[in-house]
């Protein structure tokens, strides 16, 4: 039993804990001098990432091969071979030492992943015709990479790459649908082990030289203190109104979610506060761990970061990274602004108020308390918005910025004390390092998705990408709507076993050229970037989908509400957020392609935030009072509406420049709603009885 952070004693925090390590790779506690060695190499690493992105250069592939040969060792000496002790000898589970073998098998891991670069030149000279040495260091990498994305992921991305291996190879048995010519061993090897087309891919790139940067600073951010600051400055701010600590769940898991890729760690830094405080206003225990799982999944949807999905959809689609920022702001924002306004709703249904102001912290006391740690945050948004540096370039810069906070936050607040100042400079240090370890183990999983992946992005490449969109033709009919359904299905279905970052990469693989050359054959112009963020948007979706959603489990810990139960509140109110992509398909303006208008950009913000509250009340069975039960069509006549003013426009025989006059039907239709629930508005004294 441990205490969290409301002081109560909670054995749901200490698991939420265990759930957010295992995901950011505390795996094994090694005693005696053996704990030092996963720490030391993960230093290392972060050493190695910062040297490449300021004064260290080395060929992309060496980079990538290097990044991945970390990720591996890591691995093998940090996760035994099972989790739980089976039948067999002690060190296949042991979590107390490092057995010799995983020494050893890390250290061929590390060998074959580095294999590329140690023989780059031969490689370079044999691609296409490897020697029997390649086929076995590649055969020993494939197999090591899969089995190292099995202790750390899960099996689902191993089954499915190898399931794409072996289609690969048995192709041409297939049935006529999806019969393929099938490919040779050294074709597999090469494409897989000695090109930049498999395992070595853009995924691995973006992990290497992006990812990992920004990875580490929210590890010293986190480190430094700044998630229970942004809880403290969020419950300040709005813990006073209706619902208030709802409200500070979610700026404050917003805020956090800026430079986290993590659900469950979002979950165990802001949950455990505001999760205990929903409960003490009113919350029911499943709506409020429902909301925070809400507030942490939608935190990978806001940018400037968005776990790494965004920098690797740049890549994709061959934009500069702030197009990714820019196209994802509306959506993603707007998805925030309804689940406020469904904890309003909530509230509101409930007959709750906000917490005392006296039980409150002071917002400018809290504010200047800790605006040591907004100063990293506005630096980097200022080189990645304002100076529009690149993103490897511009984490730097923050980390280096962070790590002065890191460094003399604690002095400082030893000198206003009159404490000694040498104690409070070696905390920092030690501060610094922790957060260097805890950035290299939050990276392996990450690293390891999207090599990984890259096995099956390789296949993909092999020729099969056109079979695939003959398929996926096929099955939808040539429907794009139904392809659409079929492709959110499967994204939440493969994402219940993957990462975030992995399910993006297959289903942008597998499914987003389709989409658009499928609309294509409509005369139906879909843009490329609209079909990625299609695809990862359902991968995100999919971390508090039931059965699975760990978040959901993570947060119902907390809460001591049913796990099932929470994930379908969860997801019941995450709907509004499956709703944005269909619209921004279909309505481009959504993303903010072609307009470079701020006005224009502005209204089509607010009249998304106002569907999608329509929408919430709609699924929520609430606006200013009950829904009846034909008000619910009209609420989704008004989302329908305000997210594609074009389709009304054009039923009124206007042009399409002339778009946004359908803004105004959609804003009766809302308007008239209000006035029909106004009189059965509930009266503040009867709410509060």
Known sequence: MSKNETGIK?????????????????????????????????????????????????????????????????????????????????????????????????????????????????????????????????????????????????????????????????????????????????????QMTMSTEGIYGIPLDVSATIVFLFVLFGAMLDKAGAGHYFIQLALSLLGGFKGGPAKAAIMGSGLTGLVSGSSIANIVTTGTFTIPLMKKVGYPPTKAAAIEVAASTDGQLAPPIMGAAAFIIAEYVNVPYIDVVKAAAVPAFASYAALFFISHIEASKLG???????????????????????????????????????????????????????????????YMKKEPLGPAFRQGVIDIFSALASGGRNMVSVALATAAAGIIVGVVALGLGGLITQIIDTISGGNIFLMLVITAIASLVIGMGLPTTATYIVMASLTAPAIVTIAGFQDFAVPLMAAHLFCFYFGILADDTPPVGLAA?????????????????????????????????????LILHNITSWPQGILIFVMACLGNFAFASATQGWFVAKNKFYEIPLFLCVTFILMRPDSVASLIGLPYEQRYWGYAVGLAIYGLIYLMQRPRMPKPEAVAA
């Open 553 to 589: 489990y993570a947060a119902a810990a907390i809460a001591k509400s049913p796990p099932i139960a929470t994930g379908l509140q969860g997801f019941m109110y995450d709907i509004r957020t499956a709703i944005l992509p269909f619209m921004f398909i279909f309505n481009s303006d």
């Open 352 to 414: 709750l108020r906000g917490m005392p102001r006296n039980e409150l912290p002071l917002f400018i006391k809290t504010l200047l308390g800790g605006v040591h740690y907004l100063l990293p945050l506005l630096f980097l948004l200022y080189e990645l918005v304002i100076v529009r540096h690149s993103p490897e370039l511009a984490a730097f810069n923050a980390i280096l910025v962070m790590a002065l906070v890191m460094l003399f936050q604690n002095p400082v607040k030893a």
């Open 10 to 190: 909670d054995d749901g925090f200490e698991l939420a804990k265990r759930m957010a390590e295992e995901e950011e790779g505390v795996g094994r506690r090694p005693r005696g001098a053996a704990r030092y060695v996963i720490p030391t190499i993960a230093v290392s690493w972060s050493f190695f990432q910062l040297s490449i992105a300021s004064w260290l250069i080395l060929d992309s592939t060496f980079i990538r091969a290097i990044h991945l040969a970390f990720a591996l060792l890591i691995v093998f000496l940090n996760y035994p071979l099972f989790k739980e002790k089976r039948l067999g000898p002690d060190f296949l589970s042991t979590t107390t030492r490092i057995p010799i073998t995983d020494y050893i098998i890390g250290i061929i891991a590390a060998f074959s992943a580095l294999y590329i670069a140690i023989d780059y030149a031969g490689l370079t000279m044999r691609y296409g015709s490897p020697i029997m040495r390649d086929i076995i260091f590649g055969a020993l990498l494939v197999i090591l990479l899969l089995e190292a994305s099995r202790r750390v992921i899960g099996p689902a991305l191993p089954i499915i790459a190898i399931g794409f291996t072996l289609y690969s190879f048995l192709g041409p048995y297939m049935p006529d649908l999806i019969a393929f010519k099938g490919i040779s061993l050294n074709r597999y090897m090469g």
